[in-house]
């Protein structure tokens, strides 16, 4: 299994309070994203990084910011959670940064928004 | 832009039957990838099958056929004598050859496997 540590696993918040999830891998692979799990819509990107400081937006950036200041690490941090972030979040990572190589995910981060 | 339909949301078979996911792609890329990923209750994604949009060759793993038809846009799944393990939420994802890997998920399909 890829070595992909996603926390904290669950999370309940209160509407307007900074969240910030982490995303650790062991693989050093240099392509890291976000994505978020909702009912009806698969998983979307969020965001991604290409390499340390290097980051990008994905579909449904909106509310969400990113950093990654070590190649192990990459965070996602909701400024002011909303009921609307309310969802499964999923770190994945990708040794090349093309489909030629294949995504591993981590378990999961649910996280609800009260 | 890329789009991938997984028309069925859910699906329900008995044990020992055989069961076919269909999966229909956009994309304007003449490269790109396509994958099936598998979520168990456990909530976990599965990496299943990655193959590229110049190999239309069919494959079978075990239980587990894949069919790529680039005619019709297809990447349909095919899972034989289905077992209660498998019942599991099934996505089929879409990678153009650009940097970021940037998977575009169907909305998945539920599969039930009845004893």
């Known amino acids: 299994d890829a070595g992909i540590t996603q926390s904290p696993r669950h999370k309940v918040t209160e509407t307007g309070t900074p969240v910030t999830l982490r995303c650790h891998q062991t693989e050093n692979h240099r392509y890291m994203y976000w994505y978020r799990q909702d009912p009806g819509h698969g998983l979307r990107l969020i965001h991604y990084s290409y390499g340390v400081k290097d980051t990008d937006k994905g579909e449904v950036s909106d509310g969400y910011s990113v950093s990654r200041s070590k190649t192990e690490d990459f965070l996602l941090t909701l400024e002011s959670a909303t009921s609307s972030q309310t969802s499964v979040y999923f770190c994945?990572?990708?040794?090349?940064?093309?489909?030629?190589?294949?995504?591993?995910f981590g378990q999961g981060t649910r996280l609800t928004v009260v | 832009a890329q789009k991938v339909t997984q028309a069925q949301t859910e699906i329900s078979v008995v044990e020992k039957e055989d069961v076919t996911l269909d999966c229909v792609y956009e994309?304007?890329?003449?490269?790109?990838?396509l994958f099936w990923y598998k979520q168990p209750p456990s909530g976990e994604l599965v990496f299943l099958i990655r193959?590229?949009?110049?190999?239309?060759q069919n494959e079978i793993s075990g239980r587990y056929s894949w069919n790529f038809q680039k005619s019709t846009s297809s990447f349909n799944f095919t899972i034989t004598a289905s077992q209660v393990v498998d019942s599991a939420v099934y996505f089929c994802a879409l990678s153009g050859d650009n940097a970021g890997n940037m998977l575009t998920f169907g909305g998945g399909t539920r599969l039930m496997v009845k004893p």
């Open positions: 193959r590229n949009s110049f190999d239309e």
């Open positions: 994945a990572i990708s040794e090349a940064g093309t489909g030629r190589t294949e995504a591993f």
């Open positions: 994309t304007r890329d003449t490269t790109y990838y």
